[in-house]
Each structure stands twice: as structure tokens, then as C-alpha cells.
């Protein structure tokens, strides 16, 4: 087993910056990919950016480069860092790890493995 801690969220104005945390724990070497996801109310769950095990970075085509996806040196703690927040940005954001090879199933929120509980953010206009 893989668990997943969030922390870091809360409520900014827009325009700030938020830096979003993940410790990883457990069998973490079952796991190949580390990722952010997002779900605002009666939306889906959606990729925000992912980092590979060798440090591959990938996020989805419609991004716009405000958030930067990184880990530590030793690959158990993975950050967010958003900048340039807007109110569409308002989400619960999870993370997740995966154990798959490839990576055209990124994207596909049910093929990730493992889940944390969440971190809510907040952007007030």
C-alpha cells in the first residue's frame, strides 16, 4: 500500500500563489508516476500535471504553464507551485500515484492506484 498526504491549500486572492505538498509513505516502490489532480463541484476529476519516477514531467495540452509539478531529492515528497491563481482554479486537489507502465493512460483518473484525501483551494476574485 501507498499513502498519500496532502497539505498546503487554503484560500488566496487571485493572482497569488499557492505551493500544494504531497508526502508519499509506504510501499512507494510500487509506484512509477506521481501526479496532481483537481475536482471542482459537479466537474470531473482532472489531471493537472504528473512526474514520472525518472523525473519526466507531463501535464495535459491545455495548461497554460502557471503550475510547475517537482518532488524532492528523494522522490517521497512532490509539490505543486501555482502561480498567477484564478477563481477557475477553486478545487479540491489530490494526489495521486500510479503503477502503469507508459503514459497515455495519465490522463484516465481511474487508472491511478493510489489517492490522498485532498487539499481545498480556494481563489477569490
Known amino acids: 500500500q501507498v499513502q498519500l498526504e496532502e497539505s498546503g491549500g487554503g484560500l488566496v486572492q487571485a493572482g497569488g500563489s499557492l505551493r500544494l505538498s504531497c508526502t508519499a509513505s509506504?510501499?512507494?516502490?510500487?509506484?512509477?508516476?506521481l501526479g496532481w489532480f483537481r475536482q471542482a463541484p459537479g466537474k470531473e476529476r482532472e489531471l493537472v500535471a504528473a512526474e514520472r519516477s525518472d523525473g519526466r514531467t507531463y501535464y495535459p495540452d491545455s495548461w497554460e504553464g502557471r503550475f510547475t509539478i517537482s518532488s524532492n531529492n528523494g522522490g517521497d515528497t512532490l509539490y505543486l507551485q501555482m502561480n498567477s491563481l484564478k477563481p477557475e482554479d477553486t478545487a479540491a486537489y489530490f494526489c495521486a500515484a500510479g503503477d502503469r507502465n507508459g503514459y497515455n493512460w495519465y490522463d484516465d483518473a481511474s487508472l491511478w492506484a493510489y489517492w490522498g484525501q485532498g487539499t481545498q483551494v480556494t481563489v477569490s476574485s
Open positions: 509506504g510501499s512507494i516502490y510500487r509506484v512509477n508516476v
